[in-house]
């Protein structure tokens, strides 16, 4: 089997990217609330990315989905064999390269978010359902995926202990580590001081589990909560805590729903704004591959991807105007 490495691309090319990726998590709205309701439901942007197929992708497919810079896209995806990444680029509108992530039986690549340099990405036995690992990249590495930054390994009851959706951000002096099991039923939350990650010798450390199927829904917008396969955190300028959740439901609808995170002693609650439903082309797919990025002009992206890496992967771009 032929993998074409994300690594080989020039890394001065990579770097010359980063600008916009170091700061693009950091920028915070005045209101996050806001511009995710300024998210348009039909795509400001189609993206077409040539790829020539350089492994075989039976046994997965595509599901998390993040741009970086002003010209990568990182997904992720899975196949019977192995988790990987894939890199394209939308200046060139092709696939750089896809690399091998870890090999079965955690076969399966995640929804994931990237926060500044780190990538966060969930990778499990999708078969057994028992054990997954929560690996962070630092994306400015020479090769990101040789040696991850940091492992959270988990381990235990049947689909308890997946971790199909993972979100990362900083709030409050220190990294958050969200992680969604099997069809988010349960949300694990992480911390770890942000200064001591950056010095590589921070540690996460659970602070909160959720049972979404307990939590009381009595003053949320709507009583959904869905089947989310991406999960993206995100804060503002009034120190508020987002959830996004994407995914696809039984009707067929792409949707996007908004949470408020809200982190206290003895626990946390979920607080649910919003949910909006949004018309990609065809193939792309929010049960797929969905995930949002904040940029630096105050804008907010989300993008879409289809179920595999096609000869011309169609990714769409829902984008709200600069704040």
């Known amino acids: 089997m032929k993998f074409v490495f994300a690594a080989l691309v020039p890394i001065a090319f990579l770097l010359s990217s980063t600008s916009r990726a170091q700061s693009t998590d950091l920028h915070l709205v005045p209101s996050f609330e806001q511009v995710f309701h300024d998210l348009p439901t039909e795509p400001t942007q189609t993206i077409f990315l040539e790829y020539h197929r350089t492994f075989d992708p039976s046994g997965g497919h595509l599901q998390g989905i993040q741009r970086w810079g002003d010209s990568l896209l990182y997904l992720s995806g899975s196949t019977e064999t192995h988790s990987y990444m894939a890199l394209g680029n939308t200046q060139s509108n092709r696939i750089l390269g896809v690399d091998r992530l870890m090999p079965a039986p955690f076969r399966h690549a995640g929804g ?167 018309y990609p082309g065809q193939p792309v797919d929010f049960k797929a591959a969905a995930g949002l990025v904040m940029g630096t002009d105050g804008s907010l992206e989300l993008v879409g991807a289809p179920y595999q890496l096609e000869d011309r992967t169609r990714i769409d771009v829902f984008a709200s105007q600069p704040r």
């Open 112 to 278: 994931f978010q990237i926060y500044g340099r780190y990538l966060a990405v969930g990778i499990e036995d999708n078969q057994k359902r028992t054990i997954s690992r929560v690996q962070i990249y630092d994306l400015q590495a020479a090769n990101p995926w040789a040696l991850p930054r940091y492992t959270l390994p988990r381990e235990g009851a049947y689909e308890r202990v997946t971790a199909g959706a993972v979100g990362l951000t900083a709030y409050r002096k220190k990294l958050w580590l969200l992680v969604a099991n099997w069809d988010s039923r349960n949300l694990d939350i992480y911390s770890c001081p942000k200064a001591a990650f950056e010095k590589g010798s921070g540690s996460f450390v659970l602070e909160f589990s959720l049972d979404m199927k307990a939590h009381s829904r009595s003053s949320w917008s709507d009583p959904v909560w869905n089947s989310y396969q991406n999960i993206n955190l995100f804060t503002d300028q009034q120190e508020r805590l987002y959830l996004v959740g994407t995914g696809r439901d039984e009707q067929g609808n792409h949707y996007a729903d908004l949470f408020e995170l809200l982190l206290h002693t003895p626990g946390a609650t979920i607080q649910k704004l919003a949910g909006k439903v949004f």
